[in-house]
């Protein structure tokens, strides 16, 4: 038996895992290990012992081979005879169901009030979101000077050259609410409106009642003969189908300059039960037991001119509320902080 077929069948005796097996394999059988020394040797001995030396080194490679096969063989058999123990599957178990995500807590409220307002013929329009100045303040009535078109409130964006030609359109704008959507909605020509807005707006705030982007709905209507007693019944209705029976609304004097009379629309406050007090310290969300969730009034008729529409014949009502401050107010809800909406906090989101 050639020395090196024995020192191999010694070697592999203390073989006991697949990492030490290539070891030996490596020392004795790779390009470099004990065999290919061996044969390189033959070149330098005389050409009478060359051809009986080498056969004898490839009669111990085969050998050699062959036991490192075998033991390789030994361990896949061993590995294969213990998957009916550490990999077996019971087929009649129930599967286990994938991760599911599902809309987002802000989305829900949106598609929510959609179909409230759809119940009583609201129907869903859009509008942009960066969008001209004429539709964001002009067309409503609100003049040059006045500070909600400041640099300090409103993000404004620089028209290109083309688009700067067009002078009564103004700057661009990204719309701090959804009013934009009022003369657009009147140019169209087909009345009456009763449409509902959802939208983005954007505005330079953010505390626990305010974000730089939030969502906002924008209630229109458009008819003959509508009066504050009109809109007052529609708010109601969608605070009643959104809040429950249980919630108080109020309506409070304001000033808008695009409608006349304007209201601010209040609601008892969610989170510390319209009292104005969380275990006995004020409440760091309302402060009064009070969250304002938008405005409304009677459109003025400077916007309904603007949109080509007639005001001696037609009058007007709108309203706008923010979707994230009203979601807020929703009774089981406590949400101390609008921001936390938007931190992608997967403990939070997913109790929605």
């Known amino acids: 038996m050639n020395p090196m077929v024995k020192e191999l069948r010694q070697a592999l005796t203390s073989v006991d895992d697949e990492a030490g097996l290539e070891a030996v394999r ?62 077996w599957i019971d087929v009649t178990l129930p599967g286990v169901a994938p991760a599911e995500g599902h809309l987002h807590l802000t989305t829900q409220a949106i598609m929510e009030i959609e179909d409230i307002f759809a119940r009583v013929g609201f129907t869903r329009v859009t509008a942009p979101d960066v969008d001209w100045d004429w539709y964001a303040f002009e067309s409503l009535n609100i003049p040059k000077d006045h500070p909600a078109r400041d640099n300090w409130e409103t993000f404004f964006a620089a028209p290109s050259e083309a688009s700067a030609k067009e002078g ?32 983005r707006c954007y505005r330079r705030q953010s505390d626990v009642s305010h974000i730089p982007m939030f969502h906002q709905f924008e209630g229109f209507m458009v008819d003959k003969g509508l009066s504050v007693t009109h809109l007052k019944g529609v708010l109601d209705y969608f605070a009643k189908a959104f809040f429950g029976p249980t919630r108080v609304t109020r309506l409070r004097p304001h000033h808008f300059r695009f409608t ?93």
């Open 26 to 87: 490596v020392e004795f059988l790779g390009r470099k290990g004990k065999l290919a020394e061996a044969m390189k040797a033959l070149a330098g001995l005389p050409l009478k012992d060359r051809k009986g030396e080498g056969a004898e080194l490839n009669a111990a490679k085969q050998e050699m081979e062959s036991l490192f096969d075998s033991k390789k063989n030994s361990f896949e058999h061993k590995k294969s005879s213990g998957l009916a123990n550490t990999e």
């Open 168 to 199: 009564r359109l103004g700057k661009i704008v990204l719309t701090p609410h959804t009013s934009n959507s009022q003369v657009r909605e009147l140019e169209k020509g087909k009345l009456p409106i009763r449409m509902i807005n959802v939208g």
């Open 260 to 352: 006349e009379p304007s209201f601010e629309v209040d609601i008892s406050c969610g989170v510390c039960d319209g009292t104005g007090l969380v275990s006995g310290d004020k409440c760091r969300l309302c402060k009064s037991g009070w969250v304002e969730l938008g405005g409304a009034g009677m459109t003025h008729p400077s916007v309904l001119e603007a949109g080509g529409v007639d005001s001696s014949v037609y009058s007007a009502f709108a309203f706008g509320w923010g979707v994230e401050r009203t979601l807020m107010m929703r009774d089981g809800i406590h949400i101390k902080d609008i921001r936390v909406l938007y931190q992608n906090d997967l403990r939070f989101l997913n109790q929605f």
